[in-house]
């Protein structure tokens, strides 16, 4: 069986999206979704340094585009037949595209207003994230509680994310939990899935408000709490919620395992993901798309572990 994912903030680089762009249709098809969110995407994918899009407003929407991107260039859903879907963060948003609740435009649409309002609630007070290496999970969740730090995301496989203020990183840097082995601040610009979101999340529910979302066709797994949801109103719901709270990827992880999955397919700008089930889901075959280049292995691999 094959799970189908979709990264979040972080993962994108400088000019990553420059060769997907090359492939036949695709130039076209990410002008309209531009013109219809009102930003440049293939400037901040090809032209665009790495401040550029590390900023929220730009990164979300970007991330979304490739992976829609990615996985059209391997045909529609019909084609990848994926066992299920999920995104990690702002990727829900991608595997909500992918689950048939949202279509791409609707999707990016809904990205563009959240990247936007997360943006305005980070100018608030100055947060940021890092992820914590290694060491026992009970111990590092009662540190960082200590240091009124919130554990963002708990993304299992011996890795957890912190959120706040950068007073309390510092401190964290100072202060590591016992056997965490390295402290990484991430390439995002606040303290995304925490308290300090609280603002973004009634005007996501605006916009979710305005939208006629359909059903998963494909089982869909949630941050939440890694549980499947049945409904497209149910989705947008957590969409919108989980803006504001922690993303559980381990138990999402979990729930791949019990489904049966044999292999993971991560979309542009893949390998986070992939790094994660490696370590985390021994014996699922593990493969992201970062350029065009790794097609034709995606390919081998749905052709091997789709329904």
């Not at 699922?284 to 691999?301: F, G």
Request: net charge negative; aromatic share 2%.
């Amino acid at each position: 069986m094959l799970v189908l994912v979709a990264p979040g903030q972080g993962a994108q680089t400088p000019g990553f999206l420059t060769e997907w762009l090359e492939l036949p249709g695709a130039a076209d098809r990410v002008a309209a979704w531009s013109d219809a969110i009102g930003l440049d995407l293939a400037h901040y994918g090809t032209r665009a340094d790495a401040d550029a899009i590390r900023d929220t407003a730009v990164a979300q929407p970007l991330l979304v585009a490739a992976g829609l991107l990615s996985a059209a260039a391997l045909g529609d859903m019909a084609d990848i037949a994926p066992g299920a879907v999920a995104g990690h963060s702002v990727g829900e948003i991608t595997a909500a595209a992918f689950a048939g609740v949202l279509d791409d435009t609707a999707a990016l649409g809904l990205v563009r207003t959240r990247g936007l309002a997360m943006a305005d609630a980070a100018a608030v007070t100055e947060t940021g994230m890092a992820a914590l290496l290694g060491g026992d999970p009970e111990v590092t969740l009662e540190h960082l509680e200590k240091l009124g730090l919130t554990p963002a995301n708990i993304n299992g496989a011996g890795q957890i994310v912190a959120a706040g203020t950068k007073e309390q990183l510092a401190a964290l840097e100072a202060d590591k939990p016992e056997g965490v082995r390295k402290v990484v601040a991430l390439k995002v610009a606040g303290a995304f899935h925490t308290s300090h979101m609280a603002p973004a999340v009634d005007t996501l529910a605006k916009a979710a408000a305005d939208l006629t979302p359909g059903d998963p066709k494909v089982t869909y797994v949630s941050n939440k709490d890694g549980r499947t949801v049945a409904t497209g109103a149910e989705v947008l719901q957590r969409l919108v919620g989980q803006v504001a709270n922690p993303v559980r990827w381990d138990l999402c992880m979990e729930t791949f395992e019990e489904l049966g999955a044999t292999a993971l397919l991560e979309v542009c700008p893949g390998g986070t993901l992939t790094g994660l089930a490696k370590r985390a889901l021994p014996g699922v075959r593990t493969l992201a798309l970062k350029t065009p280049a790794d097609l034709d292995a995606a390919r081998e691999l749905i052709a091997e572990h789709a329904a």
